[in-house]
């Protein structure tokens, strides 16, 4: 064989090789899809048809492992959706299911709209609110969700489950990476946090990061593929500012 030809035969073996390689993930990824839907179906007890999610939406398995740590959790969940569209009405059926309360945030008001409107169709408006939030540039000049919105209609510590879908990756590098920093203190200890998109290097960077910055307070659950699911705990007291720190107002100096 001359030397070209063997080139060209080595080029089409690899190609051949990463066809089969996306081939077979591709059938491992209906087979979770399929055994998601059917959780879904047998667990939430939604006689609706809600939107077909996946691609721009989460997957199927994400509202499983969300559905799936709510029951676990117990009690009314309330939910935060960085960033909406046709995976909210499933989170907002989600709430219902356990009498808690789903809030969508949502920076582009045609997609307020869009979602407003699917939740109005399947009659979900009682269990779900959409927050419109611009994105502004922080200090660093790096653009997230507007806070005051958002602060405005979810208290401290009293968010369950957080799932981080936006702002969307052409906001810049790592464009989710402040979500729970400035989120945190809603955060009920030990939330459900779920960081989707990590095929993308980007949320895998943001990932490493956080589990840097918070150590053995987040533990990653290793169920979904295509998203991160982890658990945060509150900061234990002492890592926090002490009473003990302030001054005694009696004392003399
Ligand atoms: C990844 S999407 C959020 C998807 C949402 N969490 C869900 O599961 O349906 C991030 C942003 O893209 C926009 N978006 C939502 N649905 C979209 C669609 N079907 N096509 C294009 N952009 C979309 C919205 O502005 C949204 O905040």
């Not at 936006?166 to 203190?185: D, F, I, T």
Request: aromatic share 6%; net charge negative.
């Amino acid at each position: 064989m001359t030397e070209p030809a063997r080139s060209r035969l080595e080029k089409l073996e690899t190609a051949a090789q990463s066809i089969t390689w996306h081939v077979t993930s591709a059938r491992w990824q209906v087979a979770r899809e399929v055994a998601a839907v059917e959780y879904l179906m047998a667990t939430l007890g939604s006689d609706r048809f809600l939107p077909p999610i996946g691609g721009w939406s989460v997957d199927y398995s994400v509202v499983a492992a969300v559905l799936d740590g709510a029951l676990a959790r117990g009690g009314p969940v309330h939910s935060l959706e960085l960033g909406s569209g046709a995976g909210t009405p499933w989170f907002a059926s989600v709430a219902k299911l356990t009498g808690g309360q789903h809030v969508a945030v949502e920076h582009n008001p045609v997609f307020v709209a869009r979602t407003m409107a699917l939740l109005e169709h399947y009659e979900l408006l009682d269990f779900c609110t959409v927050v419109e939030a611009e994105l502004t540039p922080g200090a660093d000049g790096a653009e997230w969700y507007a806070l005051a919105p958002i602060t405005s209609r979810v208290s401290d510590g009293s968010v369950d489950v957080l799932v981080i879908d936006g702002p969307p990756a052409s906001v810049g590098p790592q464009a989710r990476r402040p979500a729970l920093a400035l989120l945190e203190r809603l955060l009920a200890d030990d939330a459900l946090v779920v960081l989707d998109d990590v095929v993308r290097a980007e949320e895998q960077q943001t990932l490493a990061a956080w589990e840097q910055e918070y150590g053995d307070r987040l533990r990653v659950l290793p169920i979904l593929d295509r998203a991160a699911l982890f658990r945060l705990r509150s900061a234990a007291p002492s890592e926090g500012p002490q009473s003990g720190d302030e001054p005694d107002p009696t004392e003399e100096a």
